[in-house]
């Protein structure tokens, strides 16, 4: 029996064995195959891999948690849009919230946000996924509010007479989320989730509380923290979810 013979670049051995040569090939084809998976893979994820890197930071800093796995990817994003990891002690969940808007945002309801920022934050994500209608209430709102009222509540409201059982996504104006919890209380309808997480001082806490005593299903920051970055992250995370479990 021949030492080896040769089979085009590839010299063969008794037993099986393979010439350095032939392994170089064998790598390289190895080394080619796996580039081009992690390229397909970065073109499927809605995910950049910067991101990706700051959630591989937050999972090393963030310590316990008993964040279900769907809870964790939101409340990983809010982190990540705020830098704060408080949020990890202010999101709250309402029983059922988490699935009955991934089953929402399948069926392309619409997206109701009380300001541009929100909506702006989150139309990349939204058009490369279901495409659901998005509404923001600034953008429907009269030039001039009464005293007492603000345009983003009355904005609000004509999205909640065009849209009552879309998702709510508020992240700056308490106002407008004190009147669709008022709304609330006086209708049959229900939102298929409201996403209570406007930021600041003034009446903010008081409408966090109010969304709190609805039965709606929800995802609120409590306290004064929130915000159209936190508020658009929250959402977002859940589009994640629901093309990736489709």
Known sequence: ?????????????PYGGVAASGLS???????????????????????????????????????EHHFTPSEYAIVRRAIHSTADFEFKHLLRFSPGAIEGAIAAIRQQVPIVTDVTMVKQGICTLVEKTFQNPLLSAIEHAPAQAPPGQTRTELGLLHCWQMAPEAIYVIGNAPTALLRLCDRLSSSSLMPALVIG????????????AALAQSPVPQIRVEGRKGGSAAAAAIFNALLVLAWDTK
């Open 1 to 13: 029996m021949p030492l080896c013979e040769t089979r085009g670049s590839l010299r063969l051995y």
């Open 25 to 63: 090939t064998f790598s390289r084809l190895v080394s080619a195959c796996s580039v081009l998976k992690a390229v397909i893979s970065s073109m499927t994820s809605l995910n950049h891999p910067i991101l990706e890197q700051s959630f591989a930071v937050i999972d090393q800093e963030i310590g």
């Open 197 to 208: 997480a406007p930021v600041g001082f003034i009446s903010v806490v008081e409408a966090k």
